[in-house]
């Protein structure tokens, strides 16, 4: 492993890792790969959209979610903020790698994110200044998809210095441990160096918590959602 410095890096390319397009089966993914700066295709293209027969969001789909979360809008049970979240998700990784208990099935990344469905919405987390906005790939709805890819396509920006310097001295020191934790994680010495030189990006400011707990609407809206880590 290479020797690890303690000084901080700030790049101003935003270097997105992707893995290969995933197979339409989810449940054979795998973790997604972090060999080459690409921006990653949008691999929910590829997945089967809402059935030919439906117009509109599938009925079923739309059906009653079970939901704490306390506004109208219930969110896709895939996604709504639990103590047992429905899925593993490390934010850091591509939504490639989401994995449940059991299979997933492509299409659930096609379904409504919400019921009823939204075009659009915005995503906010007590550890970031900045708000996540989703919107409609499929020019209708937003989808489980979206959220996924939308949130880790935010959080693969790099941040400036400035962002850097507007948080505390104690946050400033954690933000940079993730950063540091991030690259180190990677067995290989390619995976590590280009990691490091990508340098902090907003998903640094979690300060380590970059596990999915789930999405709640908040008081500001049925548009505005909030995420919650561990």
Do not use: C
């Amino acid at each position: 492993m290479p020797t690890v410095g303690k000084r901080v890096r700030f790049s101003r390319t935003n270097l997105v890792h992707s893995p290969p397009t995933p197979a339409l089966s989810f449940n054979q993914l795998s973790p997604a790969s972090s060999a080459a700066p690409l921006t990653p295709p949008n691999v929910y293209q590829s997945l089967p959209g809402p059935s030919p027969y439906i117009v509109v969001p599938n009925k079923q789909a739309l059906a009653a979610y079970p939901s704490k979360s306390p506004a109208r809008v219930r969110i896709h049970p895939y996604l709504e903020l639990s103590s047992v979240p429905a899925i593993n998700y490390d934010l850091m990784d591509h939504p490639s790698s989401v994995l449940n208990h059991h299979r997933i099935s492509s299409r659930v990344f096609t379904e409504p994110a919400s019921n009823p469905a939204l075009r659009k919405l915005s995503i906010m987390s007590q550890h970031l200044p900045w708000t996540i906005s989703v919107s409609a790939s499929n020019g209708t709805y937003v989808t489980v998809g979206d959220v996924l890819d939308s949130v880790y396509r935010a959080l693969q920006r790099n941040i400036t210095p400035t962002e850097y310097n507007s948080l505390s001295s104690h946050d400033g020191r954690r933000a940079t441990r993730a950063y540091e934790q991030r690259y180190r994680r990677h067995r290989s010495n390619q995976a590590y160096e280009l990691e490091k030189r990508g340098g902090m990006k907003r998903v640094d400011f979690l300060k380590g918590m970059t596990k999915f707990s789930g999405l709640a609407v908040t008081s500001h809206g049925s548009g505005m959602w909030q995420l919650s880590v561990t």
